[in-house]
């Protein structure tokens, strides 16, 4: 199946700025991260989404993109010797002659990365699941994941010390083997990973005890995390140099720390605007009152004029969550919800009647009686 082009996944032009694809790319994330979106296809659209970040937030790598669109993506493009990144221009091949370009298209051509070079470590994820109020507040907590860390013993090395790691006699340090092979066009080279050091280019004679050559460990490790107020289900903050542990002397991965936040049985949330449905009898609600309101930050009192509909709603300055990315917080929106009573007395039934017919309103009186029975009627079929 032919790639989408990446633009068209992030949804930007090809004009647009970093800002604007970074903004694009954090939006489709969250939005399709498989810890948050359960959908079968979630997953196979976040790999294409950080595919296509990974190219577009790259200088180098976009105006390859821009010119020779997903070739640019390839392993062997720009190789010396051939591909579509240069050795063509002024007129010659600009060094590497037929073989080079031949052998590209068949595995063995090309600069071959060094096996010996420090390499950053993989990054992790945690899940952090927060009560409603913390997400607001914020906190300080310490976690505890397994990683692989650097092992304490050989230092990463993977030698029993007072030794050291050797250049692979086979390869000679390489990490790769070029193999002879019989193709229907004649004998080709490809190139292979050593059998003997397993790409490393390094041979180890005596083995670390504590790691057995790996120069890795397996570990608990904890790291403090401080919550900023203000989160939100689905936000993540990076922790720099706490994943995976680097190889060849290379920089520990990053941890992605991602919020989980629980619903409140009072409150909803949008952003750091903050809900509640407030529910206040008839008679509140036409002469007037003073009611106490449940806010994030404690209860308050709050005036309700005479006279007030259902459906009303007040506004509570600056009782909402923080604003994560900003100064102070949003505002508590409080919205009337009228309740009708059941079960009246027999004198509050006269009242009403009173009330109605000063009011001239005419009521034809249902029992509840009757609507019961009727329930329980549909209820049946």
Known sequence: MAKRDYYEILGVSKSATDPEIKKAYRKLSKQFHP?????ADADAKFKEITEAYEVLSDGNKRAAYDQYGHASTDPNFGNSGGGFGGGFGGG??????FEDIFESFFGGGGRTANPNAPRQGEDLQYRMDLEFEEAIFGKETTIQYNREAECKTCHGDG???????????????????????????????TRQTC??????GKEIKEKCPTCYGSGRIKER???KVTVPAGVEDGNQMRLNG???????????GDLY???????SDLFDRDGAEIYYELPISFIQAALGDEIEVPTVHGKIKLKIPAGTQTGTNFRLKSKGAPRLRGAGSGDQHVKIKLITPKDLSSEQKRILRDYAKESGIEVTEQDESTFGKLKDVFKKR
């Open 159 to 189: 030698a029993k010390p007072g030794s050291h790691p050797v250049t692979c006699s086979k390869c000679q340090g390489s990490g790769t083997l070029n193999v002879a092979r019989n193709t229907p066009l004649g004998r080709v080279m």
């Open 257 to 263: 720390v991602v919020f989980r936040v629980k619903s």
């Open 221 to 223: 490790h904890s790291v």
């Open 195 to 200: 059998d003997v050091c397993q790409g490393t």
């Open 242 to 252: 706490q994943g995976e542990a680097g190889k060849n002397g290379g920089p520990y």
């Open 35 to 39: 810890d948050i979106n359960k959908a």
């Open 92 to 97: 010659g091949f600009n060094g590497g002659g």
